[in-house]
């Protein structure tokens, strides 16, 4: 059974730095493409970041040059890996829940959010001025 698991998630200043990893596990693996998403009290969820199976990446445009996407998989063990998400020189338009997503096959918009079949619960992250 696919599993993804969010971690990483809190409280930092503006400027600073924290890095998302989702534990994935079960059928989750090299032919999965890959995404961050987020989603702030009252607005709609949006993607932030994504990976296709190649490992090319798409970033949304406000986090560009701030936040990089990284897949890892666990050696000897092909469905089983770890997606980073690293953020650095955070703001506060960043606090909302992260979370991340795995979707089969290939789509053309990694963006949309009804690309992704499977869904972690999420994990927080605030950022404060």
């Known amino acids: 059974q696919e599993r993804l698991a969010e971690s990483g998630g809190g409280s930092v200043q503006a400027g600073g730095t924290l890095n998302l990893a989702c534990a994935y596990s079960g059928y989750i693996a090299a032919e999965y493409y890959m995404g961050w998403f987020r989603q702030a009290p009252g607005k709609e969820r949006e993607a932030v970041a994504a990976?296709?199976?190649?490992?090319?990446?798409?970033?949304?445009?406000?986090v560009k040059g701030r936040f990089t996407i990284s897949k890892q998989s666990i050696e000897g063990k092909n469905a089983e890996g770890i997606l980073w998400l690293q953020m650095g020189s955070l703001e506060p338009d960043d606090t909302a829940v992260y979370y991340c997503?795995?979707?089969?096959?290939?789509?053309?918009?990694?963006?949309?959010?009804?690309?992704?079949?499977?869904w972690g619960q999420g994990t927080q992250v605030t950022v404060s001025s």
């Open positions: 997503a795995a979707g089969r096959g290939w789509v053309r918009r990694l963006f949309v959010a009804d690309n992704y079949h499977y």
């Open positions: 990976i296709r199976t190649e490992g090319t990446t798409w970033y949304l445009e406000s």
